[in-house]
């Protein structure tokens, strides 16, 4: 189990993100966010050059592999938000996104002194190395029990 005190501000940990299919795209699209460029293949090169995911589909991309292979061994006990949320390029199908969280901070609570904030930066790079996805993410995070006396 990773505590607040097993980060430290500056470390960095990487991730990949599965490719999204065309259909998956479409498909997430159709309940989610039905806007053509998500649905319409013929529309969306017009306009992106081709086939583009929602940004919310993005987003949740972005965050499984850090909440499947990280967080799920972290004491974490609460997202507070997303901070500066940016979807700086589009990202079409059968891209797999290269992902950094990036510790920026680590702040004990001065009120409860059983946890305090760990403020990351996720970023993500499609293949071409461009960044298409960043936010900053608060999350309240327990300390170590040894560490509260």
């Given at each position: 189990?990773?505590?607040?005190?097993?980060?430290?501000p500056?470390?960095?940990?990487r991730?990949?993100?599965?490719?999204?299919?065309?259909d998956s795209?479409?498909?997430?699209?159709?309940?989610?966010?039905?806007?053509?460029?998500?649905t319409?293949?013929?529309?969306?090169?017009?306009i992106?050059?081709?086939?583009?995911a929602s940004?919310?589909?993005?987003?949740?991309e972005?965050?499984?592999?850090?909440?499947?292979?990280?967080?799920?061994?972290a004491?974490?006990?609460?997202?507070?938000?997303?901070?500066?949320?940016?979807?700086?390029?589009?990202?079409?199908?059968?891209e797999a996104?290269?992902?950094?969280?990036?510790v920026?901070?680590v702040?004990?609570?001065r009120s409860?002194?059983?946890?305090?904030?760990?403020?990351?930066?996720?970023?993500a790079?499609?293949?071409?190395?461009?960044?298409v996805?960043s936010t900053?993410?608060?999350v309240m995070?327990?300390?170590?029990q040894?560490d509260?006396?």
């Open positions: 189990m990773k505590y607040l005190e097993d980060f430290t500056g470390q960095v940990f991730f990949r993100s599965a490719p999204m299919s065309a795209i479409k498909a997430f699209a159709r309940q989610w966010d039905p806007q053509r460029l998500h319409d293949e013929d529309y969306a090169a017009a992106h050059g081709g086939l583009i940004g919310f589909q993005t987003l949740l972005v965050f499984k592999p850090v909440m499947t292979e990280m967080m799920v061994d004491a974490n006990i609460g997202g507070i938000g997303l901070d500066n949320l940016r979807w700086l390029r589009p990202v079409h199908p059968d996104l290269d992902i950094e969280m990036t920026n901070s702040t004990p609570s409860k002194p059983d946890r305090g904030v760990l403020n990351y930066t996720l970023s790079r499609n293949p071409k190395g461009e960044v996805f900053d993410t608060p995070i327990l300390r170590k040894n509260m006396d």
